[in-house]
C-alpha cells in the first residue's frame, strides 16, 4: 500500500535537546512539506521540498532544519533553538507540476518537550 | 498576502442532516485552488474536495460538495446526511500561485460535532 509513514507517533524530549522527526512516502511523489500544528490553529508550513537536495523555509522555519537526501524521505529536526517546540507535527507529500494535486498526509508525530 | 477564514470554531448537526462549513478566502491570484480536508481524532489530515478558481460547476465528491462563489471569495463545504463518523475538525485550505510550489495556506477549522 502507498502512502506516508511518521515515526515516532509520540515523542518526549528534554528541553535542549535536539530530535528528529521520521517522514518516509511511497508515492514517487516530487515534492514533501512538513507542518506544525497548534492547539486552536490551523497547520503552518515550516519547510518544503521540491526535489532532491533542494528545500524551502516555509513560514515558521526558526529552530528547525531539514535534509532531503532521498525522494522518499525527508526528515525534519527540531532543534534546541525552537522556542516553543511541544506541538503535532505532519508531514505530506505531493506531486508538483500540475499543481492541482492535493497533499497526502502522515499520522503526524506529537511532540513534547519538558 | 493570501488568508484563509473559517469564522465557525464548532458546528452541532443533528445525524442524516446537511451542515455547511463556512470558509472565505482573500488572494489578489486570478488562479487558485481550494481544499478541504478532515481531521478525525487520529490526527491524520484526509483529502475531501478540491475546486478550481476556473472550474466552473461546484465540485462534488459523493455526500461532499463545495458552494464556490467567486464574487464572494467563499469555499464552503456541504455536507448532505451527516455521519456520526464525519465528527472531526474540517480545514478549508487554499493552493499558493507563486512559484507554482503546490504550497497550501489553511484556516483555523471547525469543529464538526454530529449529534444521533
Known amino acids: 500500500d502507498g502512502g506516508i509513514t511518521q515515526s515516532p507517533k509520540y515523542l518526549f524530549r528534554k528541553e535542549g535537546q535536539n530530535v528528529t522527526l521520521s517522514c518516509e512516502q511511497n508515492?514517487?511523489?516530487?515534492?514533501m512539506y512538513w507542518y506544525r500544528q497548534d492547539p486552536g490553529q490551523g497547520l503552518r508550513l515550516i519547510y518544503y521540498?521540491?526535489?532532491?537536495?533542494?528545500?524551502q523555509k516555509g513560514d515558521i522555519a526558526e529552530g528547525y532544519s531539514v535534509s532531503r537526501e532521498k525522494k522518499e524521505s525527508f526528515p525534519l529536526t527540531v532543534t534546541s533553538a525552537q522556542k516553543n517546540p511541544t506541538a503535532f507535527y505532519l508531514c505530506?507529500?505531493?506531486?508538483?507540476?500540475?499543481?492541482?494535486?492535493?497533499?497526502?498526509f502522515g499520522p503526524g508525530t506529537r511532540l513534547t518537550v519538558t | 498576502a493570501q488568508k484563509i477564514t473559517q469564522t465557525q470554531p464548532g458546528m452541532f448537526v443533528q445525524e442524516k442532516e446537511a451542515v455547511t462549513l463556512d470558509c472565505t478566502y482573500d488572494?489578489?491570484?486570478?488562479?487558485?485552488?481550494l481544499f478541504w480536508y478532515k481531521q478525525p481524532s487520529s490526527g491524520e489530515m484526509i483529502f475531501l474536495i478540491y475546486?478550481?478558481?476556473?472550474?466552473?460547476q461546484n465540485a462534488t465528491e459523493g455526500r461532499y460538495s463545495l458552494n464556490f462563489q467567486k464574487a464572494r471569495k467563499s469555499a464552503n463545504l456541504v455536507i448532505s446526511a451527516s455521519q456520526l463518523g464525519d465528527s472531526a475538525m474540517y480545514f478549508c485550505?487554499?493552493?499558493?500561485?507563486?512559484?507554482?510550489?503546490?504550497?497550501?495556506?489553511f484556516g483555523t477549522g471547525t469543529l464538526l460535532a454530529v449529534q444521533p
Open positions: 508515492l514517487n511523489h516530487d515534492a
Open positions: 488572494t489578489s491570484d486570478q488562479s487558485y485552488g
Open positions: 521540498s521540491q526535489i532532491v537536495n533542494d528545500f
Open positions: 505530506a507529500s505531493s506531486m508538483i507540476y500540475g499543481a492541482d494535486y492535493e497533499q497526502y
Open positions: 475546486q478550481g478558481s476556473y472550474d466552473e
Open positions: 485550505a487554499m493552493r499558493e500561485e507563486e512559484g507554482a510550489t503546490n504550497k497550501l495556506i
